[in-house]
Structure formats: C-alpha cells, structure tokens
C-alpha cells in the first residue's frame, strides 16, 4: 500500500514545480522578428511638409527608415532607423525633415525601383540629401527573391544580365558607381550631398571590438565622397566607436530582443543614438547650412523673461534651488523642470520654496552672471540649498557653440582663459571649483548645501550611466567641503528603467533634454526620495504629511 503524503513531501514537489515552471520560462525563446522589408513592399513616403522651405531629404535603406516607419506597433522596443528621431532635432518652422529610405533596398534597386526617380522630383536649390546605402548591396546581384546586389567597389566596371525577379534585361554597377549618380543628379538640382558610411551590426571582432566595414562599404562610401568633393559622415565608425565604449551589455539593449538574434535593425533607443552621431557629423562638416536649422535643446533664456523669486515668509526658514532648465523651464515649449513641481512635497506653512533656476545656465554662467550673488543674499542661518549643474557645463572652452558656458573639467585649481564676443578675456575655473564656491559661500551664511547630480537624458538611461563625471566630480565637492550629494542621475535612472522606454518617451517636450508636466513631477518625486534618504537631512521637519 502507497505511503499517504506528508505535508513535506507536497511541499518539496510544489517547490520543484515552481522551479521548473521557471526554468520553462527562463529558456522561452525571444518573440519572432517582424520581416519589416517583405519584397516588393508597398510603402507611401513622405513628401516636403512645407515646398517653401528648404527640405533635408533622406535616403537609404531600413537602418534609416524601417518598414512604416511605425515601430510595427511596438512601441520603442520595435525596429527604428535614425531618420525618424532625427527630424526632432531640427526646427520645422524652418526646415523639412523627408525621410524617404525604403527598406530592403540597395542603392540599386532604390533607382530601379524608381523611388529615386520620384524623390528627385521633390528637390530644389538649398536642399540637403544625406544618402546612406551598404547593408543590401552585397546581396546576390542576380536572383528570385530580390536581386539588389551591386558590383563591389567603386569602379565603372558594368555586368549586363537578365534580371530573375523583374524578367527584363538590366546593367548592373558598382556600389560606387550609383553613389556617384545620386551625387551628380542631386548637385544638377542645387541640393546639397553628404554621403553616410552605413550603421555597423551588432557583431564583435576577435578582441571585443565592433567590426568595422572599413575594408567594404563604409570604405567605399569615404572614397566616393572624398573623390566627388562632397560631405561624409563617417556613422560606421562613429557607432562602432561608440558601442565599444558602452561596451557589449549595454550594446544588446540598443537592438531588439528577438528570434533570430536581431544584428542589424536598432529599436528606439538605438536609433535615437545613431541620430546623434549623424547630428555630430552634420556640426563637424563646415559651415554647413544645417546647422543654423538645428534646435536649441540647451537656449540661453533671456533673464528679462523670467521671474525672480522671494522667500513669502522672511520669518520661514527657506528651501533655495538653483540650476538649470532642468530644474526650470517654465513651461517653454511644454517644458517644466523639477523644481517647479518640488513644492507640494513640503510643509509650506513650515519652510519657503524658492526657485532660482534659470535655462541655459552652468555652473560658470550662473555665477558670472551675477544669479549667485542675488542667492547669496537671500540665504540666512537655517536655509537648504540645491544645486544641480553639469548639462551646461560641458564641452570645450573657447567653442562657439558652447556660448562660453563651459567649465573646466574636474575639481582642481586649474584656469583657462576663454574670449566673450566683446573680446574680454575670462578665467575660467574647472566646474568642481564653481561648486565649492556655492558650498561654501552658502555655508558661511548659516545655509545647508546638498548637490545633486543632473538629471539623465532620454536617450542615456538604458545602457551604463550618464554625467558620470560631474556625478563624480559633485560628491568629491560634497565630501571635502561638507555638503550632501545625491546622484539624481541613477535616481531618475532607476525610475525610467521601471517604467520602460515607450512610458519615459512620453516624459519628454523635446527631443532629449527637458521633461514636460509628467516628467517634472517624476524627477520631483526622485528628487524627494533622494533627500528622505540623507543621512541627518536637514529638510526632514518640513516634508508634507501627504503631498
């Protein structure tokens, strides 16, 4: 007769079950990859939003503007070509942004297809067409299924051959050779051409390193370019450079999680980033007409347009915030920063909150300007001060474009001399000594310091971390001058990486940088989570019971 069952022996079998319905779910393969490129797809593109303006017309294949263009209704975690986050960096009062890549295309089949043919149609004088082509051409140049393989090179050499897909006779060029022919015919119309090295895959070399196509396409599109006097945005090797600083974990989160292993097509994410070093290539080719059409993601607000604060009650101790449009936007383009949504969180009956924030500012700016000053004067005994800096702090001092904003990099005594367009002459301190300045000015007025690190940018969440340095360089501060830290920068991290790329997109009013109402509140609450979570907090008295 069978031994009846103890309650032990249930509990083991149960828990064996358990672990072995886990492991089915650990070992359940990734969802089936969407085939965004069918062939002979049908797909409607986009045409100049505004003829009166000038048109920055995209072509290529679907690394730049895959399928619909749509995410195949995935949200971020879906295929994406940089063609479609780039266009939010561009004004479109000013510009339109045509993305007219076709995926599963070569830069054979993009004119024998006559896609070519129709987009040609659509340009002026003043134009810019950024063409990137390489993943399809080293298809078989000849067969049933999509025969859009080129020549390899950039020669003229020239196959006749009885086209297996279309049945009608064709001549096949080099890879080269209809680079060259966009080139010319786009020149004929006044545009403007740059050529673009394509995307690297997702494949590493023997030493951990992306593998370059510097010996093929990449290579090629550079000698065409070079040889035709045009632009060249060298994007293979700038991604590739850039994937191997990341490096491989964080690399995987950039593509889609899928079966087959996905080696080509970026999601979001990826895309977002490639966009960025297209962005980079376009500022580094000079004096090109785009970059005057580019956004601003960083203004310089105009300080007559914003509001200087006061503490409501002179007899409250007062909670001080200052930094940068991050902290507050004022709702500019639906823009708001997190200091502008701390307040509910406090005991306004307790403490005053007092927003000093202003865009566009660093740590240098802030201080030169005179905004420290006004501060320093509204600090009594018993205040807390925030400060965050770092997304202007950036860059090289004496460039243009930084609008001498930039701080030296680090915490030392070091000095560099940087010219103001009036020709005065600067010394510019490293960004660590701006923030000891702060510490310490406020310190000797009775005040408490806290340092925050900035808050991340959308695009620089998922793999590894952003403003590593001036988190680092904002707790060295904070530890030898005696203030807190808290690295909002993984505070807000942790919190995007919760909710998902598709939920952190909609926290954002641009392309980037500043956070609308949702976002401002998020951070808001990180912020708040992040001073609960000080050692002896000073602003422990005056949190609201229930915000």
């Not at 045409?47 to 195949?72: F, H, K, M, W, Y």
Request: hydrophobic share 40%.
């Amino acid at each position: 007769m069978p031994k009846p069952f103890s309650f032990q022996r249930l509990v083991t079998m149960a828990l064996a079950l358990i672990s072995l319905a886990a492991c089915a779910q650990t070992s359940a393969p990734p969802p089936a990859a969407v085939n965004t490129d069918p062939a002979r797809a049908q797909v409607v593109l986009p045409e100049p939003a505004d003829p009166t303006l000038p048109s920055l017309i995209l072509i290529g294949d679907s690394t730049v503007r895959n399928g619909r263009d749509d995410g195949q209704g995935k949200g971020a975690e879906g295929q994406w070509g940089w063609g479609n986050p780039i266009a939010a960096y561009f004004e479109s009062s000013k510009l339109n942004v045509v993305n007219r890549a076709v995926g599963g295309l070569s830069s054979r089949t993009y004119v024998t297809s006559g896609h070519w043919e129709r987009t040609l149609a659509f340009i002026k004088p003043g134009d810019v067409v950024l063409m990137q082509f390489g993943h399809n051409d080293s298809s078989p140049v000849n067969d049933t299924s999509r025969a859009r393989g080129t020549i390899k090179g950039t020669g003229e050499e020239a196959e006749s051959i009885d086209n297996l897909l279309t049945l009608k006779p064709e001549v096949v060029h080099s890879y080269g050779w209809y680079l060259r022919k966009f080139i010319a015919e786009a020149k004929a119309k006044g545009a403007i051409p740059i050529v673009v090295s394509p995307i690297p895959r997702k494949a590493w070399d023997d030493n951990g390193l992306i593998r370059r196509a510097k010996g093929d396409y990449a290579g090629w599109a550079e000698q065409v370019a070079r040889e035709q006097g045009v632009g060249f945005i060298d994007l293979n090797e700038m991604a590739a450079r850039k994937y191997d600083e990341m490096g491989k974990e964080a690399v995987m989160k950039l593509f889609p999680v899928v079966t087959p292993d996905e080696r080509v097509h970026t999601n979001l994410a990826g895309a977002q980033l490639n966009a960025q070093l297209v962005l980079a290539g376009l500022k580094s080719l000079k004096n090109h007409p785009l970059v005057p059409l580019m956004k601003d993601d960083r203004p310089v607000v105009d300080a007559s347009r914003v509001r200087e604060e006061k503490p409501l009650n002179a007899t409250l101790p007062s909670l001080l915030i200052v930094g940068d449009s991050t902290v507050r936007s004022g709702g500019m383009n639906g823009a708001f920063g997190w200091g502008e949504r701390i307040a509910p969180f406090f005991d306004t009956s307790k403490i005053n909150v007092v927003n000093h924030a202003i865009g566009g500012r660093s740590s240098r700016t802030f201080m030169t300007e005179g905004r420290w000053a006004k501060v320093l004067a509204q600090i009594k005994p018993g205040d807390i001060v925030l400060i965050q800096f770092g997304h202007n702090d950036g860059g090289r001092i004496g460039d243009p474009a930084m609008k001498n904003r930039a701080s030296g990099p680090g915490t030392g005594p070091e000095l560099v001399e940087d010219t103001r367009p009036d020709g005065s002459k600067e010394m510019v301190h490293t960004f660590g000594w701006y923030m000891a300045a702060f510490v310490n000015e406020a310190k000797a007025k009775g005040a408490s310091v806290i340092l925050l690190s900035p808050i991340p940018h959308k695009d620089k969440w998922q793999g590894g971390r952003d403003f590593a340095n001036f988190a680092e360089w904002d707790e060295q501060v904070a530890k030898a001058n005696g203030a807190s830290f808290i690295d909002l920068t993984m505070l807000v991290s942790d919190a995007y990486r919760q909710l998902g790329a598709e939920k952190v997109e909609a926290l954002f009013s641009d392309a980037r940088t500043h956070t609308n109402e949702a976002g401002a509140r998020l951070n808001a609450e990180r912020v708040v989570a992040g001073l609960k979570g000080l050692k002896g907090n000073p602003l422990a008295p005056y949190f609201a019971k229930q915000p």
